[in-house]
Nanobody, 111 residues
Framework: QVQLVESGGGLVQAGGSLRLSCAAS?????MGWYRQAPGKQRELVAT??????DYADSVKGRFTISRDNVKNTVYLEMNSLKLEDTAVYYC?????????WGQGTQVTVSS
């Protein structure tokens, strides 16, 4: 099993920045971030598989996903935040074809 613990969410003004962190209990090849806004489905934000990064079109150029393999931690650096980035952000990891999720961390962008 994989336990995921997220941190770093909060309230920020539009145009500001936040960094999310997700510490995993073991090393996993595939990790990423999803988000879910009120009344909407959970959507992919960014994934990192090994050193390969993929981003949703809505965050390209603003968000950066990275990982520290020594700490088994994945980060999401979010810049130029917009109101529509407001959501609960969930860390994700895949281990032996099983998906694991963190508890979620709230990101609220205000005008």
């Amino acid at each position: 099993q994989v336990q995921l613990v997220e941190s770093g969410g909060g309230l920020v003004q539009a145009g500001g920045s936040l960094r999310l962190s997700c510490a995993a209990s073991r090393s996993t090849f595939s990790m990423g971030w999803y988000r879910q806004a009120p009344g909407k489905q959970r959507e992919l934000v960014a994934t990192i598989n090994g050193d390969t990064r993929d981003y949703a079109d809505s965050v390209k150029g603003r968000f950066t996903i990275s990982r520290d393999n020594v700490k088994n931690t994945v980060y999401l650096e979010m810049n130029s935040l917009k109101l529509e980035d407001t959501a609960v952000y969930y860390c994700y990891a895949k281990w032996f074809r099983v998906d694991y999720w963190g508890q979620g961390t709230q990101v609220t962008v205000s005008s």
